[in-house]
């Protein structure tokens, strides 16, 4: 599977941005989706992920109330709709997949015992 991301760009502060992640190659629907970000000079962070199904859903503190994660199975795509961004939101944006329960723990895992990653798309957002 190749993970294809996309939508990142430069906004405003207060602007929104909708961020996708497809796959090609194979079905994603057995695979717990994820986004993570990763600033210069920072760690990776988790952002949020999302169930096979769809119906759980985990979010970092830092962006609970502002973004939105969403999948489409028929697509073999994950979303993530960021509202309201803030300069501290600047980051590459990497998606992932890891059949892994959803919550906090699902960030906590090397790089490696992910399946899949995408390439990272590159969000700005000016003050």
């Known amino acids: 599977v190749q993970l294809q991301a996309c939508g990142g760009g430069l906004v405003q502060a207060g602007g929104s941005l909708r961020l996708s992640c497809a796959g090609t190659?194979?079905?994603?629907?057995?695979?717990?989706l994820g986004w993570f970000r990763q600033a210069p000079g920072k760690e990776r962070e988790g952002v949020s992920c999302?169930?096979?199904?769809?119906?759980?859903?985990y979010y970092a503190d830092s962006v609970k109330g502002r973004f939105t994660i969403s999948r489409d199975n028929a697509k073999n795509t994950v979303y993530l709709q960021m509202n309201n961004l803030k300069p501290e939101d600047t980051a590459v944006y990497y998606c992932?997949?890891?059949?892994?329960?959803?919550?906090?723990?699902?960030?906590?895992?090397?790089?490696?015992?992910?399946?899949?990653w995408g390439q990272g798309t590159q969000v700005t957002v000016s003050s």
């Open positions: 992932a997949a890891g059949r892994f329960l959803v919550g906090s723990s699902w960030f906590r895992r090397r790089q490696d015992e992910y399946d899949y």
């Open positions: 190659g194979r079905t994603l629907n057995y695979y717990a």
């Open positions: 999302i169930s096979s199904t769809g119906s759980s859903t």
